[in-house]
């Protein structure tokens, strides 16, 4: 069956340091990816998504690309804040309304 | 507000209880999902609702768990005789129209969820 696996956190950062979350899946057909971010005390809410292999999503400096070949979909931000700590989340959707998530990876950056 | 609304946000209970759980969607969402989440997991899908469909159930995990929605506005989720296993943080969240036959590319709007805490 289709899965998401998201590297374990907590991820630990200083500021301004280079982010990197992995993210890799298992799909049959050709699934829509996403990332989801829940910062503290919010709800979940989307961050950027690709529907198609090779297409780049990018938001509040975040990116990813979906990688068909490698099967993955790495989230990335060249330089991080403090408000970016949050829990993100990887997800898939397959041609039914269902998304698949991953667990999760709590970032914390330090000032 | 505009956003998903879900109450209680805190609910403690005593094993053995029944607890109901509120979600209001956005409106003009005619899709509502429930999801749980236990603690340092991902979500686990329970149940989705699609205007007057008839839900998807695949994820309930008992018959003790049940949900209903009235047209496309209000959803409750009831958890009966509730066990310690139920602990979890439970959400919901609703989107536009999904058009079968197509990939899912829409977003999910999510509440802040409810904290269920069974003693």
């Known amino acids: 069956g289709n899965s998401v696996t998201q590297m374990e956190g907590p991820v630990t950062l200083s500021e301004e340091a280079f982010l990197t979350i992995n993210c890799t899946y298992t799909a049959t057909g050709y699934p829509s990816l996403f990332w989801y971010v829940q910062y503290p005390g919010e709800g979940l809410q989307l961050l950027l998504k690709a529907t198609k292999a090779d297409d780049k999503g990018s938001n509040k400096g975040f990116e990813a690309t979906y990688r068909k070949e490698t099967t993955s979909f790495h989230l990335e931000k060249g330089s991080v804040q403090v408000s970016d700590s949050a829990v993100y989340f990887c997800a898939l959707s397959d041609s039914n309304y269902q998304l698949i998530w991953g667990a999760g990876t709590k970032l914390i950056i330090k000032p | 507000g505009a956003g998903v609304s879900q109450s209680p946000s805190n609910k403690v209970t005593e094993k053995g209880k029944d607890v109901e759980l509120r979600c209001d969607p956005i409106s003009g969402h005619t899709a509502l999902y429930w999801y749980r989440q236990r603690l340092g997991q991902g979500l686990e899908f329970l149940i989705y609702f699609q205007g007057n469909s008839a839900p998807d159930k695949s994820g309930l995990p008992s018959d003790r768990f049940s949900a209903e929605r009235t047209g496309e506005s209000v959803s409750t989720l009831t958890i009966q005789r509730t066990q310690q296993e139920d602990s979890a943080v439970y959400l919901c969240?609703?989107?536009?129209?999904?058009?079968?036959?197509?990939?899912?590319?829409?977003?999910?709007?999510f509440g802040e969820g409810s904290r269920l805490t069974v003693l």
């Open positions: 969240a609703s989107s536009p129209a999904f058009k079968r036959g197509g990939a899912n590319t829409g977003e999910l709007f």
